[in-house]
């Protein structure tokens, strides 16, 4: 793989910036071996029968990450989703979530099982796809302004696209695009918000990089930061997180990719604020998205303060225990929520485990993946088309977690592997998702490491690695039409700015690894 260039250009690679994620694994390899034995040793000589869940998770990720580090070409797609499931699955364990003390050392024994097998499919399915896909050219649809006039010309297009993305959250937050979006067509509302969402996160992505490697006056950093804060603060002030949270990726993509180092302040900045809001937002939910209470409820630039003031000192009483913040779903409420029970998809598991092998609950054999063809319809084709949140509709009512009418009014997420589990069951699921995923992921890293990030193919391929990164909870209807929006979306914006061409760096401007 190709050492990562001291300065991103028109030239810079996929497979380059994927050298990146390959040297931090090879460096973290041994504290992660010691982590997979020690961890679960722990626990063994504690008598927790939790150690050999934590052992299957863990074992399985440095096996999956060896066979990534063995034939890696480029986007580290692998890794990335060996890496998530480790903690998703694996934290809940290690932080001992009071949402598992219903659950059977055997159920989580299993769960653990059921992970490790869906790691190591994916990793083996991944390893086969690298034999079976051959490299592509390097030609690809170059994006000419960026070509031509290179880092300044890309910072500046990063900053239109942020000042385009805020302006829409000001006018939104003032009430006054309600008037235009009322004027669009019905099943044209979701297009033009999917839009702004890749214009905000392209453009804060393509500014990072520009950060990260050293470019940019202070007033471009001050505009960057003050801009990403506003965004914030409006995206969050409807009580949920996520927006934002994908938001920050994109940031931390950005500075990563260009100074080839984790921006460990930004993670740390960014990550305690969402914590301290996250110990809040349960409480705020229930205080303002009641049917009564949604009739007043309008978070506008105006009233911010006024829930901000509130939320904080909702979150500050949940932190020190004088709050009363209640989470969970249907009848069962947590006394307490942080940020950690945030990142916790083994509930989830185990959730489906017990209702197929406790209760007898028969599988759906894959009737939440038939919705996908119905869902890429655009909505303003077929204004009647499902919900595109339906399979997880189907998942709560048919294991009988919601009501059909309570789907109205919330979402419970459950996540890739809980969704294959309730539609094949026992270890097929886990096999069926790893093989479609892992072959998925060979053909996606052969395809883009020839091509260079500022090109459409380059774009899209950022788009699919971020949803991915945050898709922990999402099903495979949600994942693959959001992913489906993105690339047209980009595409379409792209078309009239792209020509075919062969990029390749001259030897003269060679880098030294």
């Not at 918000?193 to 001050?222: C, D, E, N």
């Not at 069951?425 to 060979?442: D, E, N, P, S, Y």
């Not at 090109?455 to 489906?484: D, H, K, P, Q």
Request: charged residues 15%; contains cysteine.
């Amino acid at each position: 793989m190709n050492a990562l260039p001291q300065v991103l250009d028109r030239y810079t690679q996929i497979s380059e910036l994927g050298g990146v994620v390959q040297r931090l694994i090879r460096r973290g390899t041994p504290l992660l071996v010691a982590a997979a034995v020690l961890v679960p040793a722990y626990f063994f000589f504690k008598n927790d029968s939790s150690w050999l869940a934590l052992a299957a998770m863990g074992l399985s990720t440095v096996l999956a990450l060896g066979i990534w580090q063995a034939k890696a070409v480029g986007l580290p797609l692998l890794p990335m989703m060996a890496a998530q499931h480790l903690a998703a699955y694996g934290i809940p364990l290690v932080s001992r979530n009071e949402t598992l003390e219903r659950y059977s050392s055997a159920a989580i024994t299993q769960a653990g099982v059921e992970v490790g097998v869906f790691i190591v499919t994916l990793a083996l399915a991944w390893r086969f796809g690298m034999e079976l896909f051959r490299p592509r050219q390097t030609q690809c649809y170059a994006l000419s302004a960026f070509i031509k006039n290179d880092d300044r010309t890309r910072r500046v297009g990063g900053i239109v696209l942020i000042l385009i993305a805020t302006g829409y959250q000001v006018l939104s937050s003032l009430q006054l695009i309600d008037f235009i979006l009322g004027l669009l067509p019905n099943g044209t509302y979701s297009i033009f918000t999917a839009i702004i969402k890749a214009i905000s996160m392209a453009g804060y992505f393509v500014v990072a990089m520009s950060l990260g490697s050293g470019k940019g006056k202070t007033g471009i950093r001050l505009l960057f930061w003050g801009t990403l804060i506003l965004n914030a603060l409006i995206m969050a002030s409807g009580f949920l997180l996520s927006s934002v949270t994908n938001l920050f990726a994109a940031v931390v993509l950005g500075l990563f990719w260009s100074s080839g180092r984790p921006p460990w302040r930004f993670l740390i900045l960014a990550t305690l604020p969402l914590a301290l809001l996250h110990l809040g937002k349960f409480e705020m939910r229930e205080r303002y998205w009641s049917e009564r209470a949604q009739e007043t409820f309008t978070p506008t630039l105006q009233n911010l303060p006024k829930y901000y003031g509130e939320w904080l000192d909702s979150s500050l009483r949940n932190l020190t225990g004088s709050g009363e913040n209640q989470s969970g779903f249907g009848p069962e409420k947590k006394s307490t929520s942080s940020l950690l029970t945030r990142v916790d998809n083994l509930q989830n598991l185990l959730f489906v485990i017990e209702a197929i092998e406790g209760q007898s609950l028969p599988s759906l054999g894959g009737a939440t993946y038939s919705l996908i063809p119905p869902l890429l319809i655009p909505r303003i084709l077929w204004p009647e088309k499902p919900r595109a949140h339906e399979g997880q509709v189907m998942l709560n009512v048919h294991f009988g977690r919601q009501g059909l009418a309570d789907t109205f009014n919330t979402y419970i997420a459950w996540g890739l592997l809980p969704e294959a589990y309730g539609n094949f069951g026992t270890i097929w699921g886990g096999v069926i998702l790893g093989l479609c995923l892992g072959l998925f992921f060979a053909w996606a890293e052969v395809f883009t490491a020839t091509k260079p990030l500022l090109s459409l193919e380059g774009l899209i391929t950022f788009a699919l690695f971020m949803e991915l990164t945050v898709s922990f909870e999402m099903v495979a209807s949600v994942l693959v039409t959001a992913l489906f929006q993105s690339g047209v979306i980009i595409a379409l914006a792209c078309i009239p700015f792209v020509y075919r061409a062969r990029v390749i760096r001259p030897e003269s401007e060679a880098i030294e690894p």
